[in-house]
């Protein structure tokens, strides 16, 4: 009960900061300050903000955990972010500033027309609902274990308390307050992150040379996976799928690029992509070597307890031989990274929802532009709430791997649609586009459960985005209008 109420005060002050950051920075937000940010926001401050943005709380408790089957893959695909945030910063970032867009799906608007542009809004709905459901889910659970079980709360209270304290500091700001809670989001998961890193080497008697010896020699800290072409981990097919899933769930997802395109120029929004893509890497390889570390405390201290993958982190930093500072560290990262995801997921959400799916930015003047913005962005809490009631009846996966699954299949069809529209420049039969998009998923959905059967034993891991993107720009092909 002790460890509940200290969860709660933790929290309760965590809060507190961020209700004064969104109060300073959101007062008399306009709309476009909410959309956009004006575009005023100093390049280094989305830097700063969108490392932080990248990471939720799945990457918070779930990458550390992994190590134990997975050992360092993810640094792979972390290799592929970096690539597809060049792509992201040299190709697409200067279209959207050239076409000067509220929302990016505008494009496929200009581009196809009506349906198309729909269609991506509504596949964005759809994986940034379900995704950032997922994420905060992982919280909630872990919350409910440490604070609402113990008080006798149970999870739907516990999901609505939460879900209506980020609705509190997200609704007035936007994007404007947004960059500066990030930025807060970001130094806190770092410090966490450090703090428990320097106390386990310490307890564990290693210094910084002695600590990297003994991560590098651990079982757990294997990085390339080079040897079976079958094997989901295989080095190639996680690289390429992190170039991939960085150009569709960053590049083409509003809620980031709508940070992203707060700079003031693309020159400057380009610098801020390239140089939070690259310190990301640093940033994930802290995760990864602290999870090698978490086993290794674990097998010294904690040899009975059962705790691995996902439950790994928190039962660690709150067992007994660990000081109330560490457990308190810890819980600071964890609503850091989850809180903030979900309000910047409920912004998104409220503008593409907006401007994309409602289009009222285009027949309402700005009185009520904002009346309906904040009656969406009530919706989209509600939603959200639902939702992960609903995935915590159902959930039976990790969760790192249902984020990424869910990336591949929803986000699959809008890189397909981007693809096809950059690369080819014939006009399509509009009407036709959302078949495609909805017939793709399903294909790649066939594909991936028969793969080993059909393939030789082949398993299609994380490439499956790539899949979807190609199946999706080819049924495109099919689409093209002929000339008369």
Excluded at 333 to 345: E, V
Excluded at 443 to 467: D, P, V
């Amino acid at each position: 009960m002790t460890t509940a109420w200290i969860v709660l005060a933790t929290i309760a002050f965590y809060f507190a900061l961020l209700f004064v950051i969104s109060w300073i920075t959101g007062r008399k937000t306009k709309n476009s300050e909410f959309f956009t940010g004006d575009r005023k926001t100093p390049w280094y401050m989305v830097a700063f903000a969108m490392i932080g943005a990248s990471i939720s709380g799945v990457t918070f408790i779930s990458v550390p955990g992994a190590v134990l089957n997975n050992g360092y893959a993810y640094m792979q695909m972390v290799c592929g972010f970096f690539i597809g945030s060049v792509i992201v910063a040299l190709v697409l970032i200067p279209m959207f500033y050239k076409m000067n867009l509220l929302s990016i799906y505008g494009y496929l608007e200009n581009r196809f027309g009506l349906s198309a542009y729909r269609t991506g809004a509504w596949f964005f709905f759809i994986s940034k609902m379900l995704g950032a459901s997922v994420r905060f889910f992982v919280v909630c659970v872990v919350l409910q274990t440490l604070v609402f079980a113990p008080l006798g709360i149970p999870f739907e209270v516990n999901v609505l308390l939460t879900v209506a304290l980020i609705w509190l500091y997200s609704f007035q700001g936007g994007v404007k307050s947004l960059i500066w809670t990030d930025s807060l989001k970001t130094f806190c998961l770092i410090a966490s992150v450090v703090c428990c890193i320097v106390f386990i080497a310490n307890t564990l008697d290693l210094g910084f040379g002695g600590m990297m010896g003994a991560v590098a020699d651990h079982s757990t800290s294997k990085i390339f996976f080079l040897d079976d072409f079958n094997d989901g981990r295989y080095f190639w097919k996680q690289f390429i799928a992190g170039v991939f899933m960085v150009i569709a769930t960053t590049g083409l997802d509003q809620d980031l690029m709508q940070r992203t395109l707060s700079c003031k120029n693309f020159k400057e929004s380009q610098k801020n992509m390239i140089v939070s893509a690259f310190i990301q890497i640093f940033v994930i390889g802290m995760f990864l070597v602290l999870g090698t570390l978490l086993y290794m405390y674990k097998d010294a201290y904690m040899p009975d307890a059962t705790a691995t993958g996902d439950s790994l982190f928190g039962a660690v930093a709150w067992s007994e031989n660990f000081p109330l500072f560490i457990g308190i560290v810890f819980i600071i990262g964890l609503i850091a990274a989850a809180y903030s995801a979900a309000g910047s997921a409920l912004t998104a959400l409220t503008t593409s929802f907006t401007v994309d799916i409602l289009q009222a930015n285009k027949s309402q003047d700005d009185a009520k532009l904002t009346k309906t913005r904040k009656m969406v962005h009530i919706a989209m809490s509600a939603l959200m709430i639902l939702t992960i009631i609903v995935f915590y009846y159902l959930n039976d996966d990790s969760a790192i791997n249902a984020v990424y699954s869910l990336a591949a299949y929803t986000y699959g069809p809008i890189l397909g649609m981007f693809i096809f529209g950059m690369a080819c420049k014939k006009p399509v039969r509009d009407n036709l586009v959302p078949v495609v998009a909805v017939a793709s998923p399903i294909i790649c959905y066939i594909l991936q459960t028969n793969s080993e059967a059909w393939f030789g034993g082949y398993q299609i891991s994380f490439e499956l985005l790539i899949i979807n993107g190609l199946i999706t720009a080819l049924g495109l092909c099919l689409l093209i209008k002929k000339n008369k």
